[in-house]
């Protein structure tokens, strides 16, 4: 077949040149858009906003039983404290549930008082790092650092010393375990990722987990991302659907 120009003879090969290159950049112009219009898993910053309240509509039918004839299954929560932490915290007190934290020492050091909080309701605080770097990419003195300012910080905030890392991005080598063994931590993972640092949708959260729980399951969820309000959402169904399959509610042992 053949294409024509404006003048309506056959296109000369500068001119076909031309086009293909503007037509790559258009392409490639619309592959980074998408990209960058889908929250990255390391860009995670504070919201801007003021502390948030608690929906008392996600707690109107809150209750504490929890049985456990399937087993137990830990709830967990990674990159606080933060805003969203404490509506959080209220929110596993109506149902009774106890929890893991993973919190960043730089956070900790700012919010003193919801480790506290945490540490009151019974909850554990364990450590996630300072500043949630690719833990691999380090150096062996950087790591150390890492680990130890936090467990600084979660110890004067008024919290036991955490005795578990769970490094960021799951970025373990060799040289992160050895380091966990010299400070006498306990490398902690998952098994059910819901990816709620995506943006993801309440009730997609929450399938997630209802629909993958086996006993001893560890979710990871997050309360210190740049917008957890969907992760606060999907708890009330997350609690009701693994207590309604038989699971208790445990903190991670």
């Not at 790591?143 to 600084?152: A, C, L, W």
Request: proline share 7%; with cysteine.
């Amino acid at each position: 077949m053949r294409r024509f120009g404006r003048n309506g003879g056959r296109r000369s090969p500068l001119s076909r040149a031309v086009f293909e290159v503007l037509a790559a950049v258009a392409g490639l112009a619309a592959i980074l858009l998408a990209h960058w219009s889908v929250p990255q898993f390391g860009d995670r910053p504070e919201p801007s906003a003021g502390p948030v309240s608690l929906d008392p509509d996600l707690v109107r039918s809150a209750t504490t039983a929890n049985p456990c004839t399937a087993g137990q299954v830990a709830l967990t929560f990674d990159d606080g404290p933060g805003v969203y932490t404490e509506p959080i915290l209220e929110l596993l007190r109506a149902y009774g549930v106890k929890a893991t934290f993973f919190v960043l020492g730089s956070k900790a050091t700012e919010r003193p008082d919801t480790i506290r909080k945490e540490i009151a309701d019974g909850h554990r605080v364990e450590n996630h790092t300072w500043d949630h770097p690719h833990l691999a990419d380090l150096t062996s003195a950087e790591i150390d650092g890492e680990i130890t300012r936090t467990q600084q910080a979660v110890s004067m905030a008024g919290a036991p010393a955490p005795t578990m890392l769970r490094a960021p991005f799951n970025n373990v080598d060799d040289q992160v375990r050895e380091a966990a063994v010299r400070h006498g931590l306990r490398l902690a993972q998952w098994d059910i990722d819901t990816n709620d640092w995506r943006g993801r949708r309440a009730e997609d959260i929450a399938h997630t987990v209802i629909s993958r729980v086996r006993p001893g399951s560890v979710v990871l969820l997050h309360d210190g991302i740049q917008d957890p309000r969907n992760t606060l959402t999907a708890l009330p169904s997350i609690i009701e659907g693994i207590r309604g399959r038989g699971y208790c509610t445990a903190v991670l042992a």
